[in-house]
């Protein structure tokens, strides 16, 4: 369960508590939504006052509100969310307010949580462990987490060097510098001060755990992939024709699994976990553009039956997409969820 609909939960109600245990009286984050929300829940219910600086006009209404109804002082920053980010540093280098993005060590030793789960019930229910673990990529506090997690497993014994997934990391091709820097070859990223994507959530253009997540990377086989938005979007529509409703970043982890499968960089035989990130209703703006228009009918049961019944209708089309993706060759199935984070799971087959 993460109450406040997206994985940043795990993380947050273990820095907010340290952050408590310390005496601090006021939190700080910079966000492109879902670490605002998080951190203004979980600090409105531990009594501290809690800012949160946002890019003005670059985030999904659904998480400033929830911000807003947890009663956080919200600051909008004529900037990018790495702007806003430097602003928080300094905050907190000035004494002024404890930083609880995830650059604070706390937030992933929460996050490892992901990691523990997805080996859990993978052995359980399907006798292994997952050969591979394709997650979406903004400031890269999941891989890096990951990683951080499966060594530690190793070192105590609990896991096999050769058992340890490969981290795969997806970004959108608007904000991909963890991508160029795997292609590339290079030990860092390089800061991109121009990012756009459909894919708010992961609207990063300089991942500050780049230095932690890009050995997670390589040193476990793994790769990183971009997607365009029409890809993220289509991913989206496929995912919610399988009953998952996601927010766009979310859907980034299945449009780079395609992606790879199309390449061959995925094997066909390859066990494979799709982590999804944050529930649908974070972006309602993004999901109704992606969904279908309603349409209007007369006041009339009959008048509605021959509307439906027509080939041209909007159902029609949606029960058909639907079917479709039930039957493509690509599409994991279902076998755990919760609110705002899914594990995606299936055994890839090659095209038929």
């Known amino acids: 369960m993460n109450p406040t609909g997206s994985f940043k939960d795990r993380g947050m109600t273990v820095g907010v508590r340290v952050a408590q245990k310390v005496g601090v009286d006021r939190l700080a984050c910079a966000s492109t939504g879902n670490t605002s929300a998080a951190l203004s829940a979980y600090g409105a219910r531990g009594g501290m ?66 990691g523990l789960e997805i080996l859990e019930r993978h052995k359980r229910e399907e006798g292994s462990y997952p050969d591979r673990i394709v997650l979406p990529v903004g400031n890269a506090g999941n891989t890096a987490a990951l990683y951080k997690c499966f060594r530690e497993l190793v070192e105590s014994g609990a896991l096999e060097e050769d058992e340890v997934p490969k981290l795969t990391g997806v970004q959108a091709e608007g904000a991909a510098p963890m991508v160029e820097a795997i292609e590339d070859g290079t030990d860092g990223t390089r800061r991109w001060e121009d990012v756009e994507t459909i894919a708010t959530a992961i609207r990063i253009g300089n991942p500050v755990n780049a230095p932690k997540a890009l050995p997670g990377i390589r040193a476990t086989g793994g790769t990183a992939v971009a997607v365009s938005d029409e890809e993220i979007t289509d991913a989206q529509r496929t995912l919610a024709g399988e009953g998952v409703g996601v927010e766009p970043a979310s859907a980034a982890s299945v449009a780079g699994l395609r992606k790879l499968r199309e390449r061959g960089v995925v094997d066909a035989e390859e066990e494979v976990v799709c982590l999804t990130t944050g529930h649908l209703l974070k972006d309602p703006d993004a999901a109704a553009a992606a969904g279908s228009e309603p349409e209007p009918v007369p006041n009339d049961t009959d008048a509605v039956l021959e509307h439906i019944e027509e080939p041209s209708s909007v159902a029609g089309t949606v029960r058909r997409g639907a079917s479709k993706a039930a039957d493509s060759p690509l599409i994991p199935a279902l076998v755990a969820g919760g609110l705002g984070i899914g594990y995606l799971l299936r055994k890839l087959r090659s095209k038929k």
């Not at 006052?49 to 509100?65: C, F, N, Q, R, S």
């Not at 909008?76 to 404890?98: H, W």
């Open 49 to 114: 006052e809690t800012l949160v600086l946002l890019p003005a006009g670059k985030v999904a209404a659904g998480k400033i509100a929830q911000a807003s109804l947890h009663g956080a002082r919200i600051l909008e920053v004529d900037g990018n969310f790495d702007q806003c980010l430097d602003i928080v540093q300094d905050l907190a280098d000035r004494g002024e307010a404890y930083l609880l993005n995830s650059l604070n060590p706390f937030r992933l030793e929460g996050q490892k949580t992901i």
